[in-house]
């Protein structure tokens, strides 16, 4: 199609005008918390202006939420939606996404914070960038992902070699929504996802979908949020956390049911998953300290992950 000179001039002013990041911030009942992560998107809207659209929804929210938002929204010119029942956490974070019109999207959690003047690199970075690629970015606080990015350097990986990457070090160090930097042509198939499919863990559903269709990964090691420190009091069973880390090994097998795309990897991380480190030391402290539940719920739970993979499987893979 041959598209004339005016209507490409016209296409290339409205590209302009899209903002280069929608920060998305699903919230509920952590009115405290916000203020202090509004705090820190203060500089970056004073630095990028209209580059940067930060999008929220209020998950019915009991507290003082309403307030804080109304106190902000004009400073941070905020597009905020307010849901009319709690959704729950992981539809929360699917529906504010429906607000962003940036060419990335970054969801970031309600406690976490950024650091502006490493968000400004980023944005520079970005703005050089093609905007079908999905970019990590490092995180300091409640888990160092700085270890994470070691043995990477700053540099896009073709798929093929980051799902090798992803086989050696599992999915659990992607787990913070706030290291992802999505590619907007990705949206509609993040909006098409649902608590079957995603256990918990909607940015992975999409990213392992992301992989699968070839997509490149950049690595951006600098440090530009800050994860809360409050991460690690959202259960107090040690049999909790297990059955969160399995919830990873489940969304994988949904992506296989829709896609049958490249079973092999979807295999190898469903293994990964079992066996990753911090899965063995949680079943461990599992088994130590709460030994009526892991010997009620362990094997039914492992067994059935197990049974995703089927037995040829588990045969061809070595």
């Not at 529906?95 to 309600?110: F, H, N, P, S, Y």
Request: glycine share 6%.
């Amino acid at each position: 199609m041959n598209l004339s000179k005016p209507v490409l001039r016209e296409m290339k002013q409205e590209y302009q005008r899209q903002p280069l990041v929608s920060i998305c911030i699903p919230t509920y009942n952590r009115a405290d918390s916000i203020e202090t992560l509004f705090s820190s998107l203060k500089k970056i809207k004073e630095n990028h202006g209209s580059d940067i659209e930060i999008c929220l929804s209020n998950n019915k929210s009991s507290d003082n939420t309403d307030q804080t938002i109304a106190r902000w929204k004009y400073i941070l010119d905020l597009k905020v939606i307010v849901q009319a029942t709690n959704i729950g956490g992981t539809l929360n974070a699917i529906e504010v996404t429906k607000l962003a019109t940036g060419r990335w999207i970054q969801i970031i959690g309600d406690d976490d914070i950024f650091y502006p003047d490493e968000f400004s690199c980023l944005v520079s970075f970005l703005k050089k960038q093609k905007p079908e690629i999905w970019v990590l970015v490092g995180v300091k606080g409640a888990i160092e992902q700085g270890k994470l990015f070691e043995s990477l350097t700053s540099r896009s990986y073709p798929s093929r070699l980051f799902r090798t990457i992803l086989v050696q070090s599992s999915l659990n160090p992607y787990g913070f929504i706030g290291m992802h930097i999505i590619p907007s042509a990705w949206l509609t198939e993040y909006h098409k996802l649902s608590l079957n499919n995603t256990r918990g863990w909607p940015h992975l559903a999409l990213f392992v979908r992301y992989l699968l269709k070839s997509g490149d990964v950049f690595i951006y090691k600098k440090n530009v949020v800050e994860q809360a420190v409050g991460a690690s009091v959202l259960f107090w069973n040690i049999g909790d956390w297990v059955r969160v880390g399995l919830g990873r090994v489940d969304l994988v097998d949904g992506i296989e049911v829709e896609m049958r795309s490249n079973p092999h990897f979807l295999h190898l991380i469903v293994l990964r998953e079992i066996y990753a480190p911090a899965g063995v030391k949680n079943m461990i402290l599992w088994k130590a300290l709460e030994e009526q539940d892991f010997n009620e719920n362990a094997i039914k739970e492992y067994l059935s992950r197990y049974c995703y993979l089927g037995i040829s499987s588990i045969l061809t893979l070595p």
